[in-house]
């Protein structure tokens, strides 16, 4: 027989905005479980940060470590497992996980982010952290004086392409069609006007170089001048990344049709009572994809699911006492 946990607040995730919503919840004093396999999301393989506040420059890794740690100290506990569909029951809702457990709960934060997309080579994901970005706003300052190339057509990467200008020697900006995919066109103008910024059109990554210490370089699936291998010390893959939103449309929670998001109100609101979106999987910070945003957005979301839950236990209280006259 599957487990069964019973819980105030259920939180789905284990990056910023998880452990937000834990410490918060756990503060208003509500029974809560974090459910999710992978710990610290994206903020733990986006390697230095150093716009995070309070911290100059602190390692994404340590970062969520950190807030695990706070989360540890008021022991809300960790269920490794990802959810794989939540069910309305009553006034609350059943959770069903990877391994078969159940969780009943009042309300549910679901904060499982976005899944960044990925160009698929060899040794990829070894070298996140170590060479390889997918978020140009995170790590530009990383790379002042450095050589760099930003892979994507579309607005993200341009504006990518731009402020790594600012930091970079060199960039290169590649992408595998002829022309861009709709970037805006003040965005365009500014990378035209950039001296330090080559375009490199019809052309794709076919190969990523390293040595012992991370990215060296790499090859083209053609010749640049005169060359199909250019040596960089970092590589930004801005070709996008798509929210992890299935639970959600299974569910009948409202998407944002521009973004593919679930869309939020100011509270983290779904439109379905009792459940609460929080992070990048949110369109409640716009563009703005941080760990500072899915932080926020945690506390704002646990302070929701708080009133939420406190909500029907007073009633049910209420109601027992109303039986018991």
């Not at 794989?84 to 009042?106: P, R, Y």
Request: proline share 3%; hydrophobic share 40%.
């Amino acid at each position: 027989m599957a487990d069964t946990k019973k819980v105030d607040i259920l939180i789905a995730g284990q990056g910023a905005s998880s452990f937000s919503a834990a410490l918060y919840s756990a503060r208003y004093q509500m029974s809560t479980l974090i459910a999710s396999e992978q710990f610290g999301g994206e903020t733990a393989i986006g390697g230095d940060i150093e716009n995070y506040p309070g911290f100059p420059s602190i390692d994404g890794y340590d970062l969520m470590l950190k807030m695990k740690e706070q989360v540890d100290l008021l022991e809300v506990p960790i269920h490794h497992s990802n959810i794989v569909a939540v069910e309305k029951s009553g006034e609350g809702f059943i959770t069903t996980l990877q391994d078969g457990t159940k969780v009943e709960s009042l309300s549910v934060i679901l904060a499982i982010g976005r899944e960044r997309r990925k160009l698929n080579l060899l040794n990829e994901e070894d070298l996140m952290g170590k060479g390889v970005s997918y978020c140009s706003t995170c790590d530009a300052p990383l790379y002042r004086n450095k050589k760099v190339i930003v892979v994507g057509g579309g607005s993200a990467a341009v504006e990518g392409a731009i402020l790594l200008g600012k930091y970079a020697t060199e960039v290169w900006l590649v992408y595998r069609k002829s022309t861009f995919t709709r970037p805006e066109p003040m965005l365009v103008t500014q990378l035209n006007q950039a001296e330090n910024i080559h375009q490199v059109m019809d052309t794709e990554i076919a190969e990523l170089l390293e040595n012992d210490f991370g990215l060296i370089g790499a090859k083209l699936s053609k010749e640049y001048e005169g060359s199909d291998q250019i040596d960089i010390d970092g590589i930004f893959i801005e070709i996008g990344a798509d929210p992890r939103n299935e639970i959600a449309k299974a569910m009948g929670v409202e998407i944002n049709p521009d973004t593919d998001e679930v869309h939020v109100n100011r509270d983290m609101n779904t439109n379905i009572p009792g459940l609460y979106a929080a992070g990048d999987l949110t369109d409640g910070s716009g563009n703005l994809k941080q760990t500072v945003t899915a932080a926020a957005q945690g506390a704002i979301a646990a302070l929701s699911a708080y009133e939420h839950a406190s909500e029907i236990k007073a009633n049910r209280a209420e109601a027992a006492v109303t039986v018991g006259d």
